[in-house]
């Protein structure tokens, strides 16, 4: 199986703009979580999107936003990018059998430099 | 709420030395406990996971054990390689939702 893609690998933007990132799960993976990863604040937790339906929300503002497609690609976006969201922006993907908790599997990640 | 603590790195040793990297949590109810590890420029790679007590995972070498007694799962290897060189990541997910809670990650290098 194909593993986890995102796209696109790296983006520049400038303080102000907008950004659109892109993820596809594994296939038959029906939930798909993101996570930003920065040096001084580790890795932590943005949304988690199951059958289209945001399930879990972390504790980021509201300019952080996603969506999940009926074929379970997501997509987050970023409005009014700060300095402060230059990041690594990962995205994981999980089966999620019934009654069970499983492991979540990554892709390569986004890299966002704000300029 | 949920949180893991694991040892500052960066962690040093010589080829084919014992590695141990702690990592303890604090959760409700009974998570279940992975290691990750990322390599330079990538994602985050599952190494292992266990997901009950007294659980061992178990992968190319590394174990750990869930300790529900001491909240840990520590997480070991034998002998290492230069190729082992990355930053390792404990995590949890809890009973209150599919999300991952890391550790602050610890960097090991190994030399030849």
């Known amino acids: 199986k194909a593993g986890v893609t995102q796209t696109p690998r790296y983006l520049i933007k400038t303080r102000g703009q907008q950004v659109t990132l892109s993820c596809s799960p594994i296939?038959?993976?029906?939930?798909v979580s993101w996570y930003q990863q920065t040096p001084g604040q580790g890795l932590q937790f943005l949304f988690e999107?199951?059958?289209?339906?945001?399930?879990n929300k972390g504790n980021f503002p509201g300019r952080f936003s996603g969506r999940q497609f009926s074929n379970s690609r997501s997509e987050m976006n970023v409005s009014t990018l700060e300095l402060g969201d230059s990041a690594l922006y990962l995205c994981?993907?999980?089966?999620?059998?019934?009654?069970?908790?499983?492991?979540?599997?990554f892709g390569p990640g986004t890299r966002l430099t704000v300029t | 709420g949920d949180s893991v603590t694991q040892m500052e790195g960066p962690v040093t040793l010589s080829e084919e030395a014992f590695l141990t990297i702690n990592c303890t949590y604090t959760?409700?109810?009974?998570?279940?406990l992975f290691w990750y590890v990322q390599y330079p420029g990538e994602g985050l790679q599952l190494l292992l996971k266990?997901?009950?007590?007294?659980d061992k995972g178990s992968n190319k070498g590394f174990e750990a054990t869930y300790r529900k007694e001491t909240t840990s799962f520590h997480l070991e290897k034998g002998s290492v390689q230069v190729s082992d060189s990355a930053v390792y990541f404990c995590?949890?997910?809890?009973?209150?939702?599919?999300?991952?809670?890391f550790g602050g990650g610890t960097r090991l290098m190994v030399k030849p």
């Open positions: 994981a993907s999980s089966s999620l059998r019934p009654g069970g908790i499983d492991e979540q599997y």
């Open positions: 296939s038959g993976h029906r939930s």
């Open positions: 999107y199951f059958s289209e339906t945001q399930r």
């Open positions: 959760a409700t109810g009974y998570p279940s």
């Open positions: 266990a997901t009950k007590a007294d």
């Open positions: 995590a949890l997910i809890s009973r209150a939702g599919n999300m991952l809670t």
